[in-house]
Each structure stands twice: as C-alpha cells, then as structure tokens.
Nanobody, 115 residues
Framework: QVQLVESGGAMVQPGGSLRLSCAAS????????MGWYRQAPGNQREWVAI???????NYADSVKGRFTISRDNAKNTVYLQMNSLKPEDTAVYYC?????????WGQGTQVTVSS
C-alpha cells in the first residue's frame, strides 16, 4: 500500500521560507519521478516542481527561482524548499509521483502566506 505523508506546512509572512517534506512508503522510491503539487481554494490542483530519479528538475514558471525540489533516496523522502514566499503561494501542498496517480494522494500540508 502506497503512503505519501507531507509535513512542514505553516503560516509565514510574505518573503519568508519553508521546507516541506514528503515521506514515501510502498513504492520503489528511488526509480520514481516525484513531484510537488498544490491546490489553492477554488482552484484546480497544479504541479509545482518535479525531480527525476537522475536528479533532473523542472519547475512551474510561478515558482521558478524561488522553490527548490530535492530528494533523499536513502530516506524515501522528497523535499521542497520554498523561499521568497508570496501570498499567492497559499495552498495545500501535496507530493505524488509524476505523472500523479489518483490513489497516491495524501492529506497534504497547508502553507499560508499572510502578513
């Protein structure tokens, strides 16, 4: 059974930073392309960043230069370092494989950027 558990969300002021973590179990993590996604109130879920098993990365234009995705295969964990946060980054953040699998979604972690 696949389980993805996100953590690290919080409320921060604009310009602040957060580091999200996602611990995976039940999949052969090291061979998977992993992604971070987010869903803001009233919006569809969108992808934010992906990292391949070869450590190639790609980012949505809205976060490029501010967010960094990384992974630790020994810990079956993928991270999202978020800097220079903006109010429009407010959302529930999820991890999943890329492409995402419907039955892999976890509970997500809430990020709120507000002064």
């Amino acid at each position: 059974q696949v389980q993805l558990v996100e953590s690290g969300g919080a409320m921060v002021q604009p310009g602040g930073s957060l580091r999200l973590s996602c611990a995976a179990s039940g999949i052969i993590f090291s061979i998977k392309t992993m992604g971070w996604y987010r869903q803001a109130p009233g919006n569809q879920r969108e992808w934010v960043a992906i990292i391949t098993n070869g450590l190639s990365t790609n980012y949505a234009d809205s976060v490029k230069g501010r967010f960094t995705i990384s992974r630790d295969n020994a810990k079956n964990t993928v991270y999202l370092q978020m800097n220079s946060l903006k109010p429009e980054d407010t959302a529930v953040y999820y991890c999943n494989t890329y492409p995402a699998r419907d039955n892999y979604w976890g509970q997500g972690t809430q990020v709120t950027v507000s002064s």
